[in-house]
C-alpha cells in the first residue's frame, strides 16, 4: 500500500485545514489508518487514528475536540479535519497503515505517506 497526503499549507491561528491521505492497494477490516505528526526536532507523535472496518475514532488529548479523522472506504481515503488550529500544531503530518491493528505508537504502523506540512501562525 503507498500513502499519499495532500491538504496542508499556512493559516493563521483559529483557522481550519483538510487533510486528505489516498491509499494505494488493498486496505483490509482490520487495519487501522492514522494521522502522525513532527515539528522541528521533535518526535514523531500521534494525532488521531481509525479503524478501516468500524470507523472508531482515537484522539490525542491535544487535539480532542478540535480535529476530525474520517474515511471513505470506496475511495480508499483518510481525512483530518482540523479545526480551530494553534501554532503548536505547526509540524509535518504524516499518514500511515497500521496492519496490525495498532491504534498509538509509530511502531505498530508499517506505510508511511510522504508527510505535508501544516504551519499554523499567531
Known amino acids: 500500500v503507498q500513502l499519499q497526503a495532500s491538504g496542508g499549507g499556512a493559516v493563521q491561528a483559529g483557522g481550519s485545514l483538510r487533510l486528505s491521505c489516498a491509499a494505494s492497494?488493498?486496505?483490509?477490516?482490520?487495519?487501522?489508518m492514522g494521522w502522525f505528526r513532527q515539528a522541528p526536532g521533535k518526535e514523531r507523535d500521534f494525532v488521531a487514528s481509525?479503524?478501516?472496518?468500524?470507523?472508531?475514532?482515537y484522539y490525542d488529548d491535544s487535539v480532542k475536540g478540535r480535529f476530525t479523522i474520517s474515511r471513505e472506504q470506496a475511495k480508499r481515503m483518510v481525512y483530518l479535519e482540523m479545526d480551530s488550529l494553534k501554532p503548536e500544531d505547526t509540524a509535518v503530518y504524516y499518514c500511515?497503515?497500521?496492519?496490525?491493528?495498532?491504534?498509538?505508537?509509530?511502531?505498530?504502523?508499517?506505510?508511511w505517506g510522504q508527510g505535508t506540512q501544516v504551519t499554523v501562525s499567531s
Open positions: 481509525i479503524r478501516w472496518g468500524r470507523g472508531s475514532t
Open positions: 492497494g488493498s486496505i483490509f477490516s482490520s487495519h487501522v
Open positions: 500511515a497503515l497500521s496492519r496490525r491493528g495498532g491504534l498509538r505508537l509509530v511502531s505498530d504502523y508499517n506505510e
